[in-house]
């Protein structure tokens, strides 16, 4: 059955740190990938998305995505960590015309 | 308005009552979505509007649960008969539909949390 998984249900790091949020999937074909981000109260934000070509993908608020096709990963990562990015992250994926699925989502919480 | 808005933000509900949730889209959007956030979980597809008519209903989990958009905009979800179960965040989701099919950006609104009591 396809199925995302996000390892870490939940991640603290503190301010200025480098931030790395796995995600892996499985599916049959190379699927299409996405992350996005909720922060309490608000509708789910797009970060990024892989459709196809250069694997590694930038995204808004300084997020980049890295898509291993060997490892079916798409890790999200961001040099510097801003308190502002305390949220949840989700990874979602998609294949064909079928509906996206979601993982289970990583809490991420920043320290001072 | 800007963006997707719901209503009613919260709803609180015996068991057995019916319920309606309400979506209004970004203005233009074709693409309609309906999902479903348990507490700690990621969102859970239900159903997906292209225009009027529904594209994908599969993720509607059983008859009680039915969704409309008749005029094309506006989109709402009914919970007939509710159990404790269905408690649980109702998102909403459209976007432009263009050549993205259902992998356009889909933009979310905040989410109605429905309590089952």
């Known amino acids: 059955a396809q199925s995302v998984t996000q390892p870490d249900i939940h991640i603290t790091v503190s301010e200025g740190a480098s931030l790395e949020l796995r995600c892996n999937y499985s599916y049959g074909a190379t699927p299409y990938l996405f992350w996005y981000v909720q922060s309490p109260g608000q509708g789910l934000q797009l970060l990024l998305k892989?459709?196809?070509?250069?694997?590694l993908v930038q995204g808004i608020k300084g997020f980049e995505a890295e898509f291993k096709r060997s490892q079916s990963s798409f890790n999200l990562r961001k040099p510097s960590v801003h308190w502002s990015d305390a949220a949840e992250y989700f990874c979602a994926v998609g294949v064909g015309n079928t509906p996206l699925v979601f993982g289970k989502g990583t809490r991420l919480s920043v320290i001072a | 308005g800007a963006g997707v808005s719901q209503t009613p933000s919260n709803k609180v509900t015996e068991k057995g009552k019916y319920v309606e949730l309400r979506c209004d889209p970004i203005s233009g959007h074709t693409a309609l979505y309906w999902y479903r956030q348990s507490l700690g979980q990621g969102p859970e597809f239900l159903i997906y509007?292209?225009?009027?008519?529904?594209?994908?209903d599969s993720g509607l989990p059983n008859d009680r649960f039915f969704a409309v958009r008749p005029e094309g905009s506006v989109s709402t979800l009914k919970i007939q008969r509710t159990e404790r179960g269905d408690s649980a965040v109702y998102l909403c989701?459209?976007?432009?539909?263009?050549?993205?099919?259902?992998?356009?950006?889909?933009?979310f609104g905040p989410g109605t949390r429905l309590t089952v009591l």
């Open positions: 892989y459709f196809s070509g250069d694997t």
């Open positions: 989701a459209s976007s432009p539909l263009s050549w993205g099919g259902m992998f356009d950006e889909q933009f």
């Open positions: 509007f292209q225009g009027t008519g529904a594209a994908d």
